[in-house]
């Protein structure tokens, strides 16, 4: 019986073919880059899973100009998609992918699901307003005053685009919005 529990235990480390094939299939990484990975997140975390604070650590490799705690506040939630309070190596990658590797249109819905704390489908002024700051925050962007105040630029973006008429956006006019908006397209896609 022992056994068959550390082999269990095994088998959420182990890459698995379907894995590897999910992986290719939902990010750009080629096998050799997804082993790669794998291996870096075990050697980071050997039991397979990756906890809040572990977490943030890894996002600031990517952003080292900037501070990723808030942002990273969101982004957990939003890749913890079982809600164990961990992320594994599936949920790692592809929130990885899905921030750094994306289309703008990609990195919008990520950022969107994100930030629609409520879940309502929509984002009020003040979740926009947390969005905006966050994103600041990560990508080291410490002018906030005048038009790239986040409460300011949340009011604007909202009143802008608000098609609907109820001071919330949907995904598409959020979406829409920000592809729109030079200070945050640059944050999200700085190469587009």
Same mark, same amino acid.
């Given at each position: 019986m022992g056994g068959k529990g550390s082999k269990k235990q095994r088998a959420s480390t182990e @890459?698995?073919? $379907?894995?590897?094939?999910?992986? +290719? *299939? #939902?990010? +750009?990484?080629?096998? +050799?880059? =997804? /082993?790669?990975?794998?291996?870096g997140f075990l050697r980071d975390c050997p039991t397979g899973k990756l906890d809040k604070k572990k977490f943030v650590d890894v996002y600031k490799q990517f952003y080292p100009h900037g501070k990723a705690d808030s942002f990273c506040k969101y982004a957990f939630a939003t890749f913890d998609t079982n809600n164990d309070g961990t992320i594994d190596f599936d949920e790692f990658l592809l929130a990885? *992918?899905?921030?750094?590797?994306? %289309?703008?249109? %990609?990195?919008l819905e990520v950022a969107f699901e994100m930030y629609d704390v409520s879940g309502d489908g929509? =984002? %009020?002024? $003040?979740?926009?307003? #947390? @969005?905006?700051?966050a994103m600041y925050d990560l990508v080291g962007e410490t002018d906030r005053k005048g038009d790239r105040d986040p409460? $300011? /630029? *949340?009011?604007?973006? =909202?009143? +802008? @685009? %608000?098609v609907g008429g109820d001071k919330k956006l949907s995904k598409q006019e959020f979406i829409a919005g920000c592809k729109n908006d030079p200070v945050i397209r640059r944050m999200l896609a700085p190469n587009v």
């Open positions: @890459l698995t073919p $379907k894995e590897i094939d999910m992986l +290719k *299939a #939902n990010t +750009k990484f080629t096998e +050799k880059e =997804i /082993r790669e990975w794998h291996a990885i *992918a899905a921030t750094s590797q994306g %289309d703008l249109d %990609d990195r929509q =984002i %009020d002024q $003040k979740e926009l307003t #947390n @969005l905006i700051a409460k $300011k /630029r *949340a009011a604007e973006i =909202i009143t +802008k @685009l %608000d």
